[in-house]
């Protein structure tokens, strides 16, 4: 043959690279006196090309009109807002690129331990405000772009929201990498780079929530750094075998490659600036003999569809999981290339592989990336040839688990025959994990069967299923809920039996924090200003200690004070109004109380709790003589959340406070005192024109339910009050500002059990339980609200069964309105109450969690980015 | 209804925008005196960041090493060759940019008549080599890569061939563009940008082609510009109706967006630079309620990944339709959203519809944009309100039809369902442009039923079908062939009829054309420098007017000129022979002659002969002794080229070739007078470095099937001589050159029908009729190249019917290689013959051919960018 060329070797480098890598673990070549020398060319014209980070409004202007230029081919002629905002964000990146450069390249002289932050979703929002602020260049910037034409809020607005989770556990991510930046850890996040983000949320006339794909990326991404010369190659379906000892081959399948994108994340007041890779999927370049049928084109091309499918919708669904291959895929591609990638960089050090939990922890956020456990496994066993004892001890002193949810649907698990299908070496993995574990189970309770049975990975049933969350806890060196009371029911409740066998002590507690960057400073600026002035410190010393707010209590009582301080809740609320009127066109009243509840639409969450609250509130005032109305606290009442695609009565929730709003908005006896709206599309940035504006916000879940809950913190943070139920973070708020400063309500965790066996074996008609909320629903079901039947599958979640409450806590939520609306009536009162609650937030900042996990956890510390070499 | 919004509103702008555009249709503002105003913010600080084309070394190294740091976020130590690359080119897009932009203004302020050239195909190749040579740049670039510690070679290696089409046709429009802007002329084009190009080609051990997609744009593409403010919606599917007026309305249906990317087309010698816009599809922001069911999110994603998939693919077939329902809507999206372009930049000037054709020519490459013509149609009467004879007025004054093939199997048709399902308005806009026509023929010729039938855009059948070259034609104001025999083939047969009805005026002639900067100076450097030296004329004065070359002639009785001539092809074979090595590991003697036939694999293009010829041959070889043997010409042989996957007898024919290769490297008996190559993966990149240095080249097409060829032409501008049938632009070189300089064989055009007439009604034995061939024919049959029984339906195209006449030509065919070998005996007449060939190549420029549309078709001129304003 003279003229074939081997198929698998198309594509490969000629030529080995020739030089070695820098910013991801490798260092310049060093002569003989251990001087760096200059790798390629001549030194002194490359130096004359760098830059460094710009500090003068010059230079950044001189950087924006280049991005203009030539990365947007755009003039001053034809530039829009949206063009302006591409070309300053571009300059941002440009000057973000110098600190991330100096931060790698840090870590990789320092070669301190390292962690991972794995995590399915990252909900950053926007960027550009929170990246000059970081940088320090907000003003330089605003004065720039003024120059230039532009206003710095006009174009800050154009940017889209990197929407890429679902809620609180995408946006904890997103804190916590601010704050490991702002910290000075080596921390990395690993995501994935979902094409499509959360759906955007639109409202029908009707009321229905329409759901309308998010292409993201579409204007092109700023903000990302294609590493396109960082891919793994990652298989799927094939051939397992077993080999002696525990080995395995797995040959066959379907081969693609996930490709590297890099985002940079900027510290507050440092230069560090850490990374969060997210992985894309791509076909294999040329041609993937296992994956499709050589000779076949369309089939070709159809294979390589389908690998970019992988990574091109994020699942929105929340506190679910669905069984979907494509999710397992995702799930897996993610793992196993973030672990390639971990394991190289490891590698590069020359260390043996048992110093891996040395050099590096992972942190599991939930039960999303727990396959890297047998991943890891997999690669120990078949690839580096420990031996199991060797690989399971590796294994064990490198991942760390984060538990979310007590909720028995929430908890993860997926069919045996789908694993053993999309990932056959694994089965046998997590079969073998299992087989040791229990034997081990057995020697400390011989002969417990029904223990063996509740701890088994395997769950029996038609079919059988892999828990995973028991893969999480066994497989990890220690296992943390998301505030003290949730941290308790996951030792007492879910993971019981495992406490028993592994000891308490790896079963530990870190309440969540939120970034007081954005959830202070950035989405209410004045009040920050305020802050800093009332403090006497500079505000980078309170923002990244935030147990400074403390000092905000000596000044409760001056009257000044309080006065700025209630003026800037009240522009604040005004702002928002501003928002509803451009963008819905409706007026809202801003002499009102603002009563805002924002999350997700889920039942545990009772935003029909919530609504029935305020149907019960326009009976009242209904029935009321105008002269009796005019005592009334006029109120406006905020919702916003997406429901889960396939959740009805979810759905339905909405579709009632959307119908709800149109009478009450519309009636002329009740509309001074009562407003209501439902805002579309709820989002990080709307969360930062909601938080500010809020007189109380509510955080009413069924007691037990809500694992922490973050917006509570963020609400709180921003001098808004609390109206909840004890549960979650909701009770370690109170414990700091003082049960006096919270409105609390309803039954308490160790109730609901009880309560549900009484719904279930001794029901109670409602209409003698609790005839106020009985009317209510009665009053719906009579069609006040139009589509009088449309409503009873909503209703009958209460009437019947009424798993989450509703019945056991209305007359008390009720009550506590009542208090709410009572403290309000005495607004020096209640501007005090709003100082304090802010005052007390210190604990609940981000950084606190992220230390929290470095000390007790990971066992990392802070590297500082040192002056430039 | 307080809370909800209108769908229909959602990722529309807020505010209208503020600045007009200029740089494709907009001018900027000017005061009360005329004077252009500032746009916006302050004009200094603009002007202070603005950038012209770098001139010296330093600002070049300056601009890699920006791009290095900032948009490849890399360093030196981190930097290989294809990095440099993506940053050098970056920085020449940069260079272009400031040409580009200064080219568009000055267009949109002499608002001249533009034309614009719609081609499925442009198969461009490389583009930062043709770049650096018409930016002038070629030597500082040089210096300028060195000092950074690459090698300019290296580099431009990295770059990956833009693939857009499948052949000749793609290619042909690629120089038209070159030669668009190196003559001045406001030529644009239009296409699509595939995500996937022209399948990469592997040769598997056995001979068997095996196609991988080829995702071209993995690594970023630093030619285009997204253009994300200039989109348009395309709609499919949904339901048209008939108002009165010859009116309709098309409605419902799914929506696509077409986004416009720029290809920056660079002049020679000029600062003007043209512009390709590709089209890319995607999925409507938002929610786009026809497209799918609402409420079902899966679904939205779904339809929205079908949005993405209609510029996905290229589809990878010559000279054939599939009546794929995908194919049909790239033609239409791409034909859709060119024509909203242009007619929005032509209404930017405010002029009336009816002046559209004395600003506006469209060149139809091929029937592919043939549903311009209807579509032209509905935009004027249901959009603009036109009646019918205004708009058939303007229609037939705009377009320009260019056909490329007379082969009936090449002659596209679409079945009349599946338009009605696709386009349900443009099949009843095509319905009645045939009513009008057929019954305007029908006045002349009064019961001509067969002539209405033949003339019919409608064919009868089962389906019907429409035929889209008879729409072409009597859409446009003219029609051209492209080559001289092929012009009149046009004429007497496919379009006989309609030249008998309309007159043949507007029945005409352009023949083809190669740019001659990419195909002499750019892949045979040394024989331009030669041929600058030897004419004592600056490059850019014979590169833009190749008839100059014509001054080569007195130096063939020159023997130093002469011997340096034939030392550079001499040089090229060792090049190309150096490429195989590396590439391909295996070694070409480059001592021989080189015999060189690429081009796509088609049963008309006859391969077939051509490999026929070289078992021949081999056989012949075979059967002399050593001593004979000894006086043979050595010959190496190299085919290259791609089959349309599903063509199974080309791909057989490859096959073949691949093995009689193996058998014939290896035999010790022959292989020092005859080797044989196949290179896999032909490309314009591959073609650049085999036609320089090729001895003889074969175009061997069936007489009257090659339309024209331009292959043809590049071997013979670079000296190679050229080994044809009498047939396309072959007769038109042989008529400049003198047919003493070229070799032709086989039966000519006329004779063609009749002789396969005599095939199928008085056959005669092949043993008879050509026993060498039958003797070639039985040894392949016998096995003698492995696979005994595969190459039989191969061999049976021949054995019987033979369509293409390789029986009837064969001993012509094998009269003419021994006139070839005799011919290269006399090593100094050859080279004679070359240096005549070359120079009497004039004719073939595309600038030629471009100023001939300009001139005698379009009526446009040329708009020289003047100084900078
Ligand atoms: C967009 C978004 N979704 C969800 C959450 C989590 O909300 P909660 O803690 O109320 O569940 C937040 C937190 O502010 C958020 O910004
Ligand atoms: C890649 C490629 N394909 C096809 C062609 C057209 O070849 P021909 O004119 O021989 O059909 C060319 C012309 O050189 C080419 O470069």
Same mark, same amino acid.
């Given at each position: 043959? &003279?003229?074939?060329?081997?198929?698998?070797?198309?594509?490969?480098?000629?030529?080995?690279?020739?030089?070695?890598?820098?910013?991801?673990?490798?260092?310049?070549?060093?002569?003989?006196?251990?001087?760096?020398?200059?790798?390629?060319?001549?030194?002194?014209?490359?130096?004359?090309?760098?830059?460094?980070?710009?500090?003068?409004?010059?230079?950044? &202007?001189?950087?924006?009109?280049?991005?203009?230029?030539? +990365?947007?081919?755009?003039?001053?002629? *034809?530039?829009?807002?949206?063009?302006?905002?591409?070309?300053?964000?571009?300059?941002?990146?440009?000057?973000?690129?110098?600190?991330?450069?100096?931060?790698?390249?840090?870590? $990789?002289?320092?070669?301190?331990?390292?962690?991972?932050?794995?995590?399915?979703?990252?909900?950053?929002?926007?960027?550009? @405000?929170?990246?000059? %602020?970081?940088?320090?260049?907000?003003?330089?910037?605003?004065?720039?772009?003024?120059?230039?034409?532009?206003?710095?809020?006009?174009?800050?607005?154009?940017?889209?929201?990197?929407?890429?989770?679902?809620?609180?556990?995408?946006?904890?991510?997103?804190?916590?990498?601010?704050?490991?930046?702002?910290?000075?850890?080596?921390?990395?996040?690993?995501?994935?780079?979902?094409?499509?983000?959360?759906?955007?949320?639109?409202?029908?006339?009707?009321?229905?929530?329409?759901?309308?794909?998010?292409?993201?990326?579409?204007?092109?991404?700023?903000?990302?750094?294609?590493?396109?010369?960082?891919?793994?190659?990652?298989?799927?379906?094939?051939?397992?075998?077993?080999?002696?000892?525990?080995?395995?081959?797995?040959?066959?399948?379907?081969?693609?490659?996930?490709?590297?994108?890099?985002?940079?994340?900027?510290?507050?007041?440092?230069? *560090?600036?850490? *990374?969060?890779?997210?992985?894309?999927?791509?076909?294999?370049?040329?041609?993937?003999?296992?994956?499709?049928?050589?000779?076949?084109?369309?089939?070709?091309?159809?294979?390589?569809?389908?690998?970019?499918?992988?990574?091109?919708?994020?699942?929105?669904?929340?506190?679910?999981?669905?069984?979907?291959?494509?999710?397992?895929?995702?799930?897996?591609?993610?793992?196993?290339?973030? %672990?390639?990638?971990?394991?190289?960089?490891?590698?590069?050090?020359?260390?043996?592989?048992?110093?891996?939990?040395?050099?590096?922890?992972?942190?599991?956020?939930?039960?999303?990336? &727990?396959?890297?456990?047998?991943?890891?496994?997999?690669?120990?066993?078949?690839?580096?040839?420990?031996?199991?004892?060797?690989?399971?001890?590796?294994?064990?002193?490198?991942?760390?688990?984060?538990?979310?949810?007590?909720?028995?649907?929430?908890?993860?698990?997926?069919?045996?025959?789908?694993?053993?299908?999309?990932?056959?070496?694994?089965?046998?993995?997590?079969?073998?994990?299992?087989?040791?574990?229990?034997?081990?189970?057995?020697?400390?309770?011989?002969?417990?069967?029904?223990?063996?049975?509740?701890?088994?990975?395997?769950?029996?049933?038609?079919?059988?299923?892999?828990?995973?969350?028991?893969?999480?806890?066994?497989?990890?060196?220690?296992?943390?809920?998301?505030? #003290?009371?949730?941290?308790?029911?996951?030792?007492?409740?879910?993971?019981?039996?495992?406490?028993?066998?592994?000891?308490?002590?790896?079963?530990?507690?870190?309440? !969540?924090?939120?970034?007081?960057?954005?959830?202070?400073?950035?989405?209410?600026?004045?009040?920050?200003?305020?802050?800093?002035?009332?403090?006497?410190?500079?505000?980078?010393?309170?923002?990244?200690?935030?147990?400074?707010?403390?000092?905000?209590?000596?000044?409760?009582?001056?009257?000044?004070?309080?006065?700025?301080?209630?003026?800037?809740?009240?522009? !604040?609320?005004?702002?928002?109004?501003?928002?509803?009127?451009?963008?819905?066109?409706?007026?809202?009243? $801003?002499?009102?109380?603002?009563?805002?509840?924002?999350?997700?639409?889920?039942?545990?969450?009772?935003?029909?709790?919530?609504?029935?609250?305020?149907?019960?509130?326009?009976?009242? %005032?209904?029935?009321?003589?105008? #002269?009796?109305?005019?005592?009334?606290?006029?109120?406006?009442?905020?919702?916003?959340?997406?429901?889960?695609?396939?959740?009805?009565?979810?759905?339905?929730?909405?579709?009632?406070?959307?119908?709800?709003?149109?009478?009450?908005?519309?009636?002329?006896?009740?509309?001074?005192?009562?407003?209501?709206?439902?805002?579309?599309?709820? +989002?990080?940035?709307?969360? #930062?024109?909601?938080?500010?504006?809020?007189?109380?916000?509510?955080?009413?879940?069924?007691?037990?339910?809500?694992?922490?809950?973050?917006?509570?913190?963020?609400?709180?943070? *921003?001098?808004?009050?609390?109206?909840? $139920?004890?549960?979650?973070?909701?009770? #370690?708020?109170?414990?700091?500002?003082?049960?006096?400063?919270?409105?609390?309500?309803?039954?308490?965790?160790?109730?609901?059990?009880?309560?549900?066996?009484?719904?279930?074996?001794?029901?109670?008609?409602?209409?003698?339980?609790?005839?106020?909320?009985?009317?209510?629903?009665?009053?719906?079901?009579?069609?006040?609200?139009? @589509?009088?039947?449309?409503?009873?599958?909503?209703?009958?979640?209460?009437?019947? !069964?009424?798993?989450?409450?509703?019945?056991?806590?209305?007359?008390?939520?009720?009550?506590?309105?009542?208090?709410?609306?009572?403290?309000?009536?005495?607004?020096?009162?209640?501007?005090?109450?709003?100082?304090?609650?802010?005052?007390?937030?210190?604990?609940?900042?981000?950084?606190?969690?992220?230390?929290?996990?470095?000390?007790?956890?990971?066992?990392?510390?802070?590297?500082?980015?040192?002056?430039?070499?």
């Amino acid at each position: 043959m &003279t003229s074939t060329i081997d198929p698998k070797a198309i594509g490969k480098p000629v030529r080995a690279r020739r030089h070695v890598r820098t910013l991801t673990g490798y260092l310049p070549e060093v002569d003989a006196t251990g001087k760096e020398h200059w790798p390629r060319g001549e030194e002194e014209v490359w130096q004359a090309g760098l830059r460094g980070v710009d500090q003068d409004v010059p230079s950044i &202007t001189k950087s924006i009109v280049n991005h203009v230029q030539t +990365s947007l081919a755009r003039q001053a002629y *034809n530039l829009d807002d949206l063009g302006a905002y591409q070309a300053a964000a571009l300059s941002v990146r440009d000057n973000l690129l110098v600190n991330w450069n100096e931060t790698q390249l840090n870590y $990789t002289r320092k070669n301190p331990k390292r962690a991972y932050y794995l995590s399915l979703e990252f909900l950053m929002g926007r960027t550009l @405000d929170n990246a000059l %602020l970081n940088l320090g260049l907000k003003e330089q910037y605003r004065d720039g772009i003024k120059k230039l034409g532009f206003s710095v809020e006009d174009i800050l607005d154009k940017e889209r929201d990197a929407a890429l989770g679902n809620g609180g556990l995408g946006r904890l991510a997103a804190c916590y990498l601010d704050s490991g930046s702002s910290t000075e850890l080596p921390l990395w996040g690993y995501g994935l780079r979902y094409k499509y983000g959360i759906f955007q949320q639109l409202i029908s006339p009707e009321g229905n929530q329409l759901e309308a794909p998010d292409p993201w990326l579409d204007n092109q991404n700023p903000w990302e750094l294609p590493r396109l010369d960082v891919t793994y190659e990652v298989r799927f379906y094939g051939h397992a075998e077993r080999l002696s000892d525990s080995r395995g081959v797995w040959q066959g399948g379907q081969e693609v490659l996930a490709v590297a994108y890099d985002v940079m994340i900027p510290g507050y007041g440092t230069k *560090n600036t850490n *990374n969060l890779r997210l992985w894309e999927s791509k076909p294999k370049r040329g041609f993937d003999l296992n994956s499709f049928n050589a000779g076949n084109y369309e089939a070709a091309v159809a294979s390589s569809n389908s690998a970019d499918a992988i990574t091109s919708v994020l699942y929105p669904n929340d506190h679910t999981s669905f069984g979907k291959e494509l999710r397992l895929k995702q799930q897996y591609f993610w793992t196993a290339a973030s %672990l390639a990638d971990i394991i190289r960089r490891f590698k590069q050090q020359g260390k043996p592989l048992k110093e891996l939990p040395d050099f590096v922890a992972i942190q599991l956020n939930d039960t999303h990336p &727990t396959l890297a456990i047998p991943e890891l496994m997999r690669i120990l066993l078949d690839e580096e040839d420990l031996n199991w004892e060797q690989a399971w001890s590796i294994v064990t002193n490198v991942f760390f688990y984060t538990n979310h949810t007590v909720l028995p649907e929430a908890l993860e698990k997926w069919p045996v025959p789908l694993i053993e299908h999309v990932l056959p070496r694994h089965l046998q993995i997590i079969y073998d994990i299992n087989l040791f574990f229990l034997q081990a189970v057995e020697r400390k309770f011989p002969g417990d069967r029904d223990r063996l049975a509740r701890m088994s990975l395997i769950e029996e049933g038609q079919p059988k299923q892999v828990r995973m969350a028991h893969l999480a806890a066994i497989g990890s060196r220690k296992v943390n809920g998301v505030a #003290e009371l949730h941290s308790d029911l996951v030792r007492t409740t879910i993971l019981k039996d495992f406490v028993e066998f592994e000891g308490s002590s790896k079963y530990s507690n870190v309440t !969540n924090g939120i970034t007081p960057r954005r959830w202070l400073d950035q989405c209410n600026p004045e009040l920050s200003d305020l802050i800093t002035k009332t403090l006497k410190l500079d505000k980078v010393v309170w923002l990244k200690d935030l147990t400074k707010l403390d000092g905000l209590l000596e000044f409760t009582e001056d009257a000044a004070f309080r006065k700025e301080w209630a003026a800037i809740k009240q522009r !604040n609320k005004e702002r928002l109004a501003n928002y509803v009127q451009t963008t819905l066109g409706l007026t809202v009243r $801003t002499d009102a109380m603002f009563d805002v509840q924002i999350k997700r639409l889920h039942e545990y969450k009772r935003q029909t709790l919530n609504i029935l609250g305020v149907i019960h509130r326009y009976l009242t %005032l209904k029935g009321q003589s105008p #002269e009796e109305r005019k005592k009334a606290n006029p109120r406006v009442v905020f919702f916003a959340g997406k429901a889960a695609p396939a959740y009805y009565i979810a759905k339905l929730t909405i579709r009632l406070i959307v119908n709800v709003a149109r009478v009450i908005n519309a009636d002329p006896d009740t509309k001074d005192y009562l407003q209501l709206y439902f805002l579309p599309d709820y +989002s990080v940035s709307l969360a #930062e024109v909601l938080i500010p504006a809020s007189d109380i916000s509510q955080h009413i879940s069924t007691a037990g339910t809500e694992a922490s809950g973050t917006s509570n913190m963020k609400f709180c943070l *921003n001098g808004g009050l609390l109206l909840g $139920t004890v549960d979650g973070a909701n009770i #370690e708020i109170a414990e700091e500002v003082g049960e006096s400063n919270v409105f609390f309500f309803g039954h308490l965790t160790p109730a609901v059990e009880d309560l549900r066996y009484q719904h279930l074996y001794h029901p109670v008609p409602l209409e003698e339980k609790c005839p106020t909320l009985h009317r209510v629903l009665e009053q719906v079901s009579a069609g006040l609200f139009d @589509d009088a039947d449309i409503y009873e599958p909503l209703l009958n979640t209460i009437r019947q !069964n009424d798993y989450y409450l509703l019945t056991d806590d209305f007359d008390s939520y009720i009550a506590a309105l009542a208090m709410v609306d009572e403290a309000y009536a005495d607004k020096e009162e209640w501007t005090k109450k709003s100082i304090r609650t802010t005052a007390k937030m210190g604990k609940f900042s981000s950084d606190r969690a992220i230390l929290d996990y470095a000390e007790s956890f990971w066992n990392i510390e802070p590297i500082p980015v040192t002056a430039k070499k």
